[in-house]
C-alpha cells in the first residue's frame, strides 16, 4: 500500500529565516505531487505540482519554491519568510487520475 | 476562473439524522467530484468520489452529481458524533496535472 509522509510535523520559525519542508512518498512510482497551503479556517490553496522529477509548476506566485529531486520526495522551500507563510502545509500525491490522497501535514508558525 | 462554493455552516444535526451538504461549481468542464473529511487539527481524508451523473453509495455516504445544474453532494445517514468534521468539496477538470479546485469546506457538527 501507498504511504506519504511528511516533515516536520510542527515548526516555529523566525520571519526572513529559511524553510524547507520534506515530503515522501513509499509504494508508488512516478506519482504526480502536490503541494497546498491551508490558512487558518481557510481552504486548499494549491502551491505547486509535479508530474515528474524535476517538472515543477508554480500555481501562485509567492517567495516559495518547490523541488522534486527524485521520484517520490517533493520538497517546499523558501529563503526568506514572511508572516503570511505561516499555515497548515500539505503534500499529496496521486497516481495521474482522479483522486489525491494527502500526506499528514506540517504546521508552520512564523513569528 | 474555477470556483467551487460550499456553505461554511456550521451545520448541526442530531446523532442519528441525515446531513446534507451541498457544493456548487463554475467549471462546466468539470470531470471528477470528489469529497474529503477533515478533522481539526488533521490533514484532508478521501471519502468517495463521483464522475456520472446520479447517486453513488457507499456505506453510510451517498454522493450525488447533477452536473446540469453544476451540484454535487454529500448525504450522511445515521450521522454520528464521530462524523463531526469539515467537509471539502473538490472538482477536477480537463487538466494533465490531476489537478483539484477546492472549496472553502462546510463545518458538520452532529448533537448527541
Not at chain 1, 523558501?78 to 499529496?92: I, P, Q, T, V
Not at chain 2, 450525488?64 to 463531526?84: E, F
Amino acid at each position: 500500500s501507498q504511504t506519504i509522509h511528511q516533515w516536520p510535523a510542527t515548526l516555529v520559525q523566525p520571519v526572513g529565516s529559511p524553510l524547507s519542508l520534506e515530503c515522501t512518498v513509499e509504494g508508488t512510482s512516478n506519482p504526480n505531487l502536490y503541494w497546498y497551503r491551508q490558512a487558518a479556517g481557510r481552504g486548499l490553496q494549491l502551491l505547486f505540482y509535479s508530474v515528474g522529477i524535476g517538472q515543477i509548476s508554480s500555481e501562485v506566485p509567492q517567495n516559495l519554491s518547490a523541488s522534486r529531486p527524485q521520484d517520490r520526495q517533493f520538497i517546499l522551500s523558501s529563503k526568506k519568510l514572511l508572516l503570511s507563510d505561516s499555515g497548515f502545509y500539505l503534500c499529496a500525491w496521486s497516481p495521474g487520475y482522479n483522486e489525491q490522497f494527502f500526506g499528514p501535514g506540517t504546521r508552520l508558525t512564523v513569528l | 476562473q474555477k470556483e467551487v462554493e460550499q456553505n461554511s455552516g456550521p451545520l448541526s444535526v442530531p446523532e442519528g439524522a441525515i446531513a446534507s451538504l451541498n457544493c456548487t461549481y463554475s467549471d462546466r468542464g468539470s470531470q471528477s467530484f470528489f469529497w474529503y473529511r477533515q478533522y481539526s487539527g488533521k490533514s484532508p481524508e478521501l471519502i468517495m468520489f463521483i464522475y456520472s451523473n446520479g447517486d453513488k453509495e457507499d456505506g453510510r455516504f451517498t454522493a450525488q452529481l447533477n452536473k446540469a445544474s453544476q451540484y454535487v453532494s454529500l448525504l450522511i445517514r445515521d450521522s454520528q458524533p464521530s462524523d463531526s468534521a469539515t467537509y471539502l468539496c473538490a472538482v477536477k477538470g480537463d487538466n494533465a496535472g490531476n489537478m483539484l479546485t477546492f472549496g472553502g469546506g462546510t463545518r458538520l457538527m452532529v448533537k448527541p
